[in-house]
């Protein structure tokens, strides 16, 4: 049996020993180099640009502009971007800047300091055109920043249930809140880079770190007038990704560059790699937003009503903002039992770096918001917050605010308890354990106040509402009489949490081999079908069906003597449904997974600072594939999450980055971490799931702000409404009580 088994991941040797090849190393021979020229305007129309002087460089090569894209568009939920922002598109407004980071040219050149001394030599005039930044302003559509979307309002989804009148009434406590949720930067180890060229068999070819080849593919292949299979994917190993490598960076580029240059008689390959700092400026962030909400309970404690508004800032174009937008509409009533609920969530669309996808898809900012509340009404019913979580959370027929029922496997009261249990939550007599009964050795009792906090989430496997889903696996069985060779060929991006080990370790299980005789094609369009993205905690899922598929297939060609045995297989799961435009009504998603989580914190009174002591995480994974693995989730999510709740703050002001370096953009370093992090893996097997398995990557990161905060609270008596948790603003709030 290979599963359930923590086995070495493939790649670890090769990372260890710095063997693996990240997309910044490739350096075939005859390599040019490459560099993008960002706009720098937050709002501006293009009026003239001279590259004469770049041009005179030595060693310049070429410079593409707009007039060189063939379909100058992109996007992947809708193409509403220029790939390069200028002059002599046929696309209207690409000569209108909306956003700092739009590209608006590639200069290729023999080597990378004249690529970077030409594009500093590249001469543009620009009108300004009025900022739009506020989201509350933009709402008013007094400047429509998409004319042909007639308004700045992106997407407004709806929930209307039960009736609130009666909700309102019935109950004896009513908690409102104003939330405000920061951008979060991805931070991936490795910063976007690329090539591009042309294979042996005449593709455009680009090799870069992304996580769907094939969307990838499809948006290459439509900017650049070209049919899908003209053009070719390939992912070596990729250094994170988050979200942040699911939208375009390099690929269109790299694609243009080496198809321009072919069509020159040049057939050499285009290296770019982005600095820090760039890469900062260039890609989309987890969205700000503001969340206003009022609860209402029983003095009983059950939930009577909910209402809330979601204002999302999708920033300069669209990326995955509505399906952002749906799991943050979906997430932000929390995951209970409301009889009665009336949501209306908006994307905006601002002059500001465009939100997309990043870990928890809109879910760390509605269980923030959610969780705030039911904490803060347990405070108001003097109930322990364990106990009203309990009483209120959906659980096997349950009906959503969306008014369906929960798919089967319904978990959360079984993780909630797992979670307390584990954490000590509840000391042996049935009472819960004061913040003050959880001792560790500090050094001013004066200044040092201890605390914790608790919530839970619940987090969709999958894409959502309506999202044709897929996921496809091809299986090849080799040898004489026994099976001595399996080879599975998938598109699955590997961007750093083992996926590829896990397919490794599901096809062997489903094939009936040892683990050691299963080889991998990995992440190449030209020898794969589509396998979806790598977001959405949907690989393991998805893959495992597309691999249990291929296998059976394999497995009755190996019996009927085919050698060798070949097994294709698309899996697709139980179609979702879009929000009802009125009402809200519809069945979103075809798995969750659950989890909940325990923080205990020292705060600092004289400094402000908070430290995380201990953080208790249980996730419900349905079938844990690889434990370890999954344990190194949960520890990297939390550190993640912790940064999002207390460091990290991304400084936006009139549209433009303000800190795009590490040195002012703070991450969580080794001394910053948890002082102990505990995984709690709960199984219970989703009905649908490849073993029973669950999604789970993205699950401890939901409910870390909203516990931790909490635990502030707990520890100083003062609620905090916004996040990060910077010391000088938890000092001033101190000060502010006392």
């Not at 769907?212 to 990704?241: N, S, T």
């Not at 908006?346 to 969780?371: L, M």
């Not at 959360?412 to 939550?425: F, H, N, Y």
């Not at 916004?722 to 010391?727: T, W």
Request: proline share 6%; with cysteine; glycine share 10%.
């Amino acid at each position: 049996m290979t599963i359930s088994q923590s086995i070495r991941r493939v790649d670890a040797v090769s990372k260890v020993t710095g063997t693996a090849h990240f997309p910044g190393d490739l350096t075939p021979d005859n390599l040019l180099y490459g560099k993008v020229l960002f706009s720098n305007q937050p709002h501006a129309r293009m009026i003239s640009m001279d590259l004469s002087e770049a041009e005179t460089v030595p060693g310049v090569v070429a410079i593409l502009t707009a007039k060189d894209v063939p379909v100058n568009e992109y996007g992947l939920i809708l193409p509403d971007q220029p790939v390069l922002v200028g002059l002599g598109s046929d696309k209207p407004y690409s000569d209108i800047s909306r956003w700092e980071g739009e590209q608006v040219a590639v200069i290729v050149a023999e080597t990378e300091e004249a690529a970077a001394l030409a594009r500093s030599l590249i001469k543009i005039e620009w009108e300004p055109l009025p900022l739009v930044t506020d989201m509350e302003e933009a709402m008013k559509d007094e400047i429509v920043l998409h004319p042909w979307h007639g308004s700045n309002i992106l997407m407004h989804d709806r929930i209307r249930k039960g009736d609130m009148g009666a909700g309102w009434a019935a109950a004896d406590v009513i908690i409102e809140g104003e939330y405000h949720l920061p951008y979060q930067e991805h931070v991936f180890l490795q910063p976007e880079a690329g090539l591009g060229y042309i294979d042996e068999e005449g593709r455009v070819t680009v090799e870069i770190g992304g996580q769907w080849a094939h969307e990838d593919r499809e948006q290459v292949a439509h900017a650049l007038g070209l049919p899908e299979e003209r053009v070719r994917i390939i992912y070596p190993a990729i250094g994170g990704a988050f979200g942040g490598k699911e939208d375009m960076s390099l690929q269109i580029v790299l694609g243009l560059a080496a198809m321009r240059l072919h069509e020159m008689g040049i057939d050499r390959p285009v290296r770019i790699i982005w600095t820090r700092e760039e890469s900062i400026v260039g890609h989309h962030k987890r969205h700000p937003a503001l969340v206003r909400t009022k609860w209402g309970a029983t003095k009983e404690g059950k939930i009577t009503a909910v209402s809330a508004q979601v204002l999302m800032n999708s920033g300069a174009y669209a990326y995955t903002s509505t399906k952002v937008l749906g799991n943050f509409h979906l997430m932000v009533a929390g995951p209970y039992e409301i009889p009665n609920a009336h949501i209306d969530s908006y994307a905006i669309t601002t002059n500001n770096p465009p939100g997309g996808a990043f870990r928890g898809f809109g879910g760390p900012q509605g269980a923030f918001a959610a969780e705030l509340q039911m904490n803060k009404l347990a405070e108001a019913l003097n109930m322990d917050p364990v106990e009203l979580r309990l009483k209120n959370v959906l659980r096997e027929g349950s009906l959503m605010t969306v008014q369906t029922p929960v798919p089967p496997g319904v978990s959360l009261d079984k993780v909630i308890t797992a979670c307390a249990s584990a954490g000590g939550w509840y000391s042996v007599d049935g009472d819960r354990l004061a913040a003050n009964d959880v001792q560790s050795p500090i050094s001013n009792p004066q200044s040092l106040k201890k605390g914790r906090g608790f919530a839970c989430a619940f987090k969709n496997v999958g894409f959502s509402f309506g999202f044709p889903e897929r996921c496809e696996a091809t299986i090849e069985l080799h040898g004489g009489r026994e099976i001595e060779r399996v080879v599975l060929h998938h598109a699955a991006a590997d961007v750093g949490q083992g996926s590829h080990t896990a397919l490794r370790q599901m096809t062997a299980e489903a094939v009936g081999v040892d683990i050691s005789l299963v080889e991998l094609d990995m992440s190449d369009t030209a020898t794969s079908g589509d396998s979806g993205s790598v977001s959405a905690s949907r690989m393991t899922f998805m893959a495992g069906n597309a691999i249990r598929g291929a296998a059976e297939k394999a497995l009755a060609a190996w019996t009927d003597e085919n050698r060798p045995a070949l097994g294709h297989f698309r899996y697709e799961p139980p179609r979702t449904q879009p929000y009802d435009p009125e009402t809200g009504v519809c069945m979103p998603n075809f798995a969750y997974g659950y989890v909940a989580e325990m923080v205990e914190v020292t705060v600092d009174t004289e400094t402000g600072f908070v430290h995380i002591d201990r953080v208790v995480c249980a996730d419900d994974v349905g079938k844990a594939i690889n434990p370890r693995a999954i344990e190194g989730q949960i520890e990297g999510a939390v550190v993640q999450a912790q940064g999002y709740a207390l460091m990290e703050n991304l400084v936006v002001q009139n549209g433009r980055i303000q800190n795009p370096y590490l040195s002012q953009y703070l991450i969580p370093g080794i001394m910053d971490i948890p002082d102990r992090v505990e995984s709690v893996i709960v199984e219970t097997a989703d009905p649908l799931g490849p073993w029973g398995a669950r999604g789970m990557a993205e699950m401890p990161f939901l409910p870390l702000a909203p516990a931790l905060v909490t635990a502030v609270h707990d520890a100083t008596g003062i609620w905090f409404d916004e996040i990060p948790l910077l010391p000088y603003r938890v000092l001033a709030k101190l000060r502010e009580q006392a």
